[in-house]
């Protein structure tokens, strides 16, 4: 089966062969502070760094979840309030749950076929951080690099945190122009879940130790220590560091290899409209996603163009939140094969 789900989704094809390899190394047996640990989790970052372009001077940490970066940064990154700008449920979410660790923490909700207003923000925020979501995964929007640039120029003391968890990997994106960009491994690196990667500039590093909270087990200055060392708070999931270490090692570096990304997606968007009942969920193509494709349609149509692809071995994501009747969605992740979309598209094209 081919999964176009965005997340788990397709893995990368040499998965397989890489956990073999883990276990035939011993490395799922060691002991989290022994050398080879720290050298394995040493590999894993430099090629990281290589394969994302993770400028020098930022630390990168190890989190079980997205979601748990989310809790990290409200707990352990600010003493007063984050703002939250969102055109979608990921981002409410996050938005959810940082207001429940610190109360006075906002929200922003923009609309689906806008650019992010940057421009109307210009207003003192109180917020020590602005957070934004670069892909709604929940209905195929992004936030484009000139517009994080811009927000982060707009707003000099207040640090700007991206979840690019659908993207980072899938995409260039510019990580000076932010402060905290965070991601977990089951969508663009084509992993099996359980695995958060967190990246800090040197001005989030400073204002953690400056706030120094160490309350909790995930308290991020205690994880930047351990981190420093090679090292993590408690025995982490040390399979799936080393497969980011792998894929990371593996693949063409993503500031060559994104703009595949985004002709596919482009190639997908101009298929759908001319040859089938759907249409892009987004009309402004200035904030279509490159990697997860969200396609509209009657309720009857998704259904069968569900029914037909399950037939044919592969898997299309469903709607999501509130668009959850009237959409569906497509991964466009480097795992996925241009043969894999040649399938899809053949099987559009015989069955509508
Ligand atoms: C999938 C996703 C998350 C949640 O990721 P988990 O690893 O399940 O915590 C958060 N934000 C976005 C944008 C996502 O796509």
Not at 139 to 161: E, H
Request: net charge negative.
């Amino acid at each position: 089966m081919i999964s176009f789900y965005p997340g788990p989704s397709q893995l990368d094809a040499q998965v397989g062969k890489w956990m073999q390899e883990a276990v035939d190394q011993g490395i799922l047996s060691i002991n989290h502070r022994s050398d080879s640990f720290m050298e394995m989790m040493a590999q894993t970052k430099s090629a990281l760094t290589r394969h994302l372009d993770i400028p020098s001077g930022f630390e990168i940490i190890f989190t079980s979840s997205a979601t748990e970066c989310w809790e990290m940064i409200s707990q352990s990154a600010l003493k007063g309030i984050s703002l939250h700008i969102f055109n979608g449920a990921f981002g409410e979410k996050w938005y959810n749950y940082a207001h429940n660790i610190k109360k006075g923490s906002e929200e922003y909700p923009f609309g689906l076929q806008e650019v992010l207003p940057v421009d109307e923000l210009l207003v003192p925020i109180m917020a020590e951080i602005v957070c934004i979501t670069q892909n709604e995964t929940s209905n195929g929007t992004q936030v484009k690099n000139d517009v994080i640039k811009y927000l982060m120029k707009s707003s000099p003391t207040t640090l700007v945190a991206v979840d690019a968890t659908s993207s980072l990997g899938g995409i260039a994106l510019d990580l000076s122009q932010a402060d905290i960009w965070f991601a977990s491994v089951q969508k663009c690196f084509g992993l099996p879940a359980g695995l958060g990667v967190m990246i800090f500039s040197d001005r989030a590093v400073e204002r953690i130790k400056e706030i120094g909270e160490k309350d909790h087990y995930n308290s991020i200055s205690t994880t930047l220590a351990f981190g420093k060392l090679n090292q993590t708070a408690f025995t982490p999931n040390v399979l799936s560091i080393y497969l980011l270490g792998k894929v990371a090692e593996t693949r063409v570096p993503i500031s060559k290899s994104g703009n595949s990304t985004a002709k596919r997606a482009e190639i997908l968007y101009d298929f759908f409209e001319n040859n089938t009942p759907f249409t892009p969920l987004i009309r402004n193509q200035e904030v279509r996603s490159d990697t997860v494709v969200a396609l509209k349609g009657s309720a009857d149509q998704i259904a069968l163009a569900h029914h037909f692809s399950e037939k044919a071995g592969l898997l299309l994501g469903k709607g999501y939140g509130k668009w959850q009747k009237e959409t569906f969605r497509i991964a466009n992740f480097p795992s996925h094969t241009d043969s894999d979309f040649d399938q899809l598209i053949d099987l559009m094209k015989s069955s509508f």
